[in-house]
T-cell receptor
Framework: NAGVMQNPRHLVRRRGQEARLRCSPM?????VYWYRQLPEEGLKFMVY????????ESGMPKERFSAEFPKEGPSILRIQQVVRGDSAAYFC?????????FGPGTRLTVL | QQQVKQSPQSLIVQKGGISIINCAYE??????FPWYQQFPGKGPALLIA?????SEKKEGRFTISFNKSAKQFSLHIMDSQPGDSATYFC???????????FGTGTRLQVFP
């Protein structure tokens, strides 16, 4: 019973490039959440999605960030024109009820 | 009102001792309070969780104490072990939002 899967685990981008982060939820889970963790800080909510729907994007920056969870395939968090301040660990979580289970994260470094 | 305040920021405990981490919240709509354990380079792992209809929940060496009137909850780790050395996060959420609001984390070090 595989857990939440995220790839890539590490991603290096130069300023101005696009970063694409993928998340496959646990089997049977239809809710996906994205969180961002800056070094030495707690996790901050970004977006909550169900299949083909964005339920809550109140934590997403207004520009350059987008997320989707298509009918088929993983959830994608896309960051366009990355800047150094985007360097962080990005975690995906999935749930069926209240319990959210986290993936191993993608560590994004912007040079 | 959405904040969850966590203390202490760091904690050093001797092996076999009790580790206590505290959290406080403001939003009375919160109705689910999980604790997560995170090792360096890993994702947070759900440790134990509580709802406000009970004042205490115990799972093995881990206990959550919940004080609804004070809007506070705490994690107690009994017989702390070096393998418990990690960062612990409290969190809170409500049924109408589903998003987790995390505390700032407590870095626990257990020395032999």
């Amino acid at each position: 019973n595989a857990g939440v899967m995220q790839n890539p685990r590490h991603l290096v981008r130069r300023r101005g490039q696009e970063a694409r982060l993928r998340c496959s939820p646990m089997k049977g889970h239809s809710h996906v959440y994205w969180y961002r963790q800056l070094p030495e800080e707690g996790l901050k909510f970004m977006v909550y999605l169900q299949k083909e729907n964005i339920i809550d994007e109140s934590g997403m920056p207004k520009e350059r960030f987008s997320a989707e969870f298509p009918k088929e395939g993983p959830s994608i968090l896309r960051i366009q024109q990355v800047v150094r301040g985007d360097s962080a660990a990005y975690f995906c979580a999935s749930s069926r009820t209240n319990e959210q289970f986290f993936g191993p994260g993608t560590r994004l470094t912007v040079l | 009102q959405q904040q969850v305040k966590q203390s202490p920021q760091s904690l050093i405990v001797q092996k076999g001792g009790i580790s206590i981490i505290n959290c406080a919240y403001e939003n009375t709509a919160f109705d689910y309070f999980p604790w997560y354990q995170q090792f360096p380079g890993k994702g947070p792992a759900l440790l134990i969780a509580i709802r406000p209809d009970v004042s205490e929940k115990k799972e093995g060496r881990f206990t959550i104490s919940f004080n609804k009137s004070a809007k506070q909850f705490s994690l107690h780790i009994m017989d702390s072990q070096p393998g418990d050395s990690a960062t612990y996060f409290c969190a809170a959420t409500s049924a109408d939002t589903d998003k987790l609001i995390f505390g700032t984390g407590t870095r626990l070090q257990v020395f032999p």
